[in-house]
């Protein structure tokens, strides 16, 4: 079959991929909900884990439902520029974090939905350098597999308003309705865009893995202005 409009993923695919990670989602919080309370260390290790097999889990079924096949969902190469584009994205997605994170501390006060996150990254050595694999290597990759391999690849049929701003907006969510939404969608924006100009996950994902690389880092070294 070649790769064509009708290999791309549609409908079907977003919504049981969609569906999928929800009950993953739903499997993997009642797994660290039987691990100790009194433990944010270990907690904060794997939950920084979540999205990566909860993304890949909800990916491989949304893959096999028809196309089974990789390519079709964005799992291309793509040239170094591209890449380079991606990791100065997650830089400026970053620093917009900040900005993002100041104003909600100015209209809301500290809050810290996150906490378990920065207790592993400041917790040694070893908890750092667990977390940081499964958050800043692992989960974005999982995640990009599906909000973008998938989700925005599907809408992107649709225009490219639907595409990027409605995808980014199903990202958001996903991570809560929180004070993390707006970031979540602002990330969601910028690897949207990148993904729909390069039709490969990739750059997306290089992305992803910087800025949440560069959130790693700021919490292991104490620096958060949601705290």
């Known amino acids: 079959m070649t790769d064509d409009g009708r290999q791309r993923p549609g409908w079907p695919e977003m919504l049981t991929g969609l569906v999928s990670y929800i009950l993953l989602l739903a499997v993997f919080g009642l797994s660290l909900g039987l691990l100790s309370e009194n433990d944010p260390v270990i907690l904060g ?19 096999g439902l028809r196309i089974r096949a990789l390519r079709p969902f964005g799992v291309r190469s793509v040239s170094p520029r591209w890449l380079m584009i991606g990791a100065a994205a997650g830089i ?22 996150q906490n378990i996150l920065h207790a592993a990254a400041q917790g040694g050595p070893w908890p750092f350098f667990l977390s940081f694999l499964g958050g800043a290597m692992f989960t974005p990759f999982g995640e990009e597999l599906l909000f973008r391999g998938v989700v925005a690849n599907a809408l992107n049929r649709h225009g490219a308003f639907v595409g990027v701003a409605l995808s980014a ?29 390069t039709g490969s996950v990739w750059p997306s994902v290089v992305l992803h893995c910087v800025y949440n690389a560069a959130n790693s880092i700021a919490s292991a070294a104490g620096f958060s202005p949601l705290l």
């Open 45 to 63: 290790i794997v939950g920084s884990t979540a999205g990566g097999f909860v993304g890949i889990g909800a990916f491989a079924v949304a893959c």
């Open 92 to 113: 400026v997605g970053y620093g917009l974090s900040l900005i993002i994170q100041l104003g909600c501390r100015a209209f809301f006060g500290s809050t810290d939905p």
């Open 169 to 197: 907006i199903i990202f958001g969510v996903a991570h809560g309705v929180s004070v993390i939404l707006p970031i979540a969608i602002m990330v969601g924006l910028l690897s949207a865009i990148l993904f729909r100009t």
